[in-house]
């Protein structure tokens, strides 16, 4: 038994007894997502396009995700439909900016582990690059979403005739402690990630303006940023819908 293996019957001993039911449960939709990850892989080697093969799978990914690891339904949906709508938004960001930075393909940095394969695959880099980026956003975001739905839901509950206005205040509020973790996570699991390459070139001396220009931290910078700002897109609509949701019931009761 390896390492991997002792970790995750670790990971799923904790997350029964932590969540219970609900935790067996999101460990379940973990695995259906790097099942639908490998499989995207297997699609994209295939020749399928690559950036639709990452929005088909970037849709199963959040509808298992939020979906199997919440019971409430208007929460739910709202989240749904809030994180599709960032996902779309994302992709008219994502595509060009991608383009205009020139990230994609394989950093100098990387040149040496790969230099004994042929690069000739048939497959657009460019493309696979928008897609990894599309597929790096997607936790980022429906765990903002969820995280304001399941807020505004309890708050509405709670409030039964609250105003929209004290409504979309608390989904503000919600929001403002959600970007600040969020960021730090992010920030922090990008600086993790490259601490290793960020140590090397500080010993081959190499200059501030080098790490500006090297391919590698960019994209990585990109990443963090595309993914801040999908959580503050996704943190405005989600109460945005919920406010609206919350209206048209309140219409129909009438």
């Not at 205009?100 to 880099?125: D, P, T």
């Not at 509020?173 to 600086?191: A, C, D, E, P």
């Amino acid at each position: 038994m390896n390492s991997i293996t002792v970790l995750t019957l670790i990971l799923l001993v904790l997350m029964a007894i932590v969540g219970g039911k609900r935790g067996v449960v999101s460990f379940i939709s973990v695995a259906f997502n790097f099942c639908l990850l490998f499989l995207t892989v297997i699609l994209i080697a295939g020749g399928f396009p690559p950036l639709a093969v990452s929005a088909f799978m970037g849709i199963c990914i959040l509808a298992i995700t939020i979906y199997m690891g919440n019971n409430d339904e208007r929460a739910t949906n709202v989240a749904f439909l809030a994180t599709l709508l960032v996902l779309g938004a994302m992709l008219v960001i994502i595509i060009p900016f991608d383009h205009w930075a020139m990230v994609a393909g394989f950093s100098n940095e990387q040149s040496e582990e790969i230099e004994a394969f042929n690069l000739l695959i048939g497959v657009n880099f460019s493309a696979i690059t928008a897609a990894v980026t599309i597929l790096s956003t997607l936790g980022a975001i429906a765990e903002a979403a969820i995280a304001v739905a399941s807020g505004l839901e309890e708050v509405i509950q709670n409030k039964p005739h609250i105003s929209l206005s004290e409504l979309f205040t608390s989904g503000r509020n919600i929001g403002f402690q959600i970007m600040g973790m969020t960021f730090n996570t992010l920030f922090f699991g990008m600086f993790g990630g490259d601490l290793s390459l960020f140590v090397l070139l500080y010993k081959l001396d190499a200059n501030f303006g080098y790490y500006l220009n090297a391919k590698i931290f960019v994209r990585e910078c990109m990443l963090v940023l595309y993914s801040a700002i999908a959580v503050i897109a996704v943190i405005w609509i989600t109460t945005y819908l919920m406010g609206r949701k919350v209206n048209s019931l309140r219409k129909t009761d009438r």
